[in-house]
């Protein structure tokens, strides 16, 4: 490989799919599940996000409430592994 080019890796739709949640109406995935998507840490997506928010739409992201983040650890806590949950 050249100095320079990137290399391409496929992610399978599923891994995708399984990573979608509802949350205020709109699909989203978490921080956490798109950094390792791309597979770099969740700290350095959200900085990359921060300094280059002219390359994102306005909708890109969003903060959870305190009640939205409690109610998703509770259905990460009690979902089963075997249909898409987190351990």
Known sequence: ???????????????????????????????????????????RLNEQVRRNTARFPPDFMFRLTSAEAESLRSQIATSNEGRGGRR
């Open 1 to 43: 490989m050249a100095k320079g080019e990137a290399t391409v890796t496929v992610v399978s739709i599923e891994r995708v799919q399984s990573r979608i949640l509802l949350i205020r109406d709109q699909k989203v995935i978490l921080d956490s599940d798109l950094a390792d998507l791309y597979g770099v840490p969740t700290k």
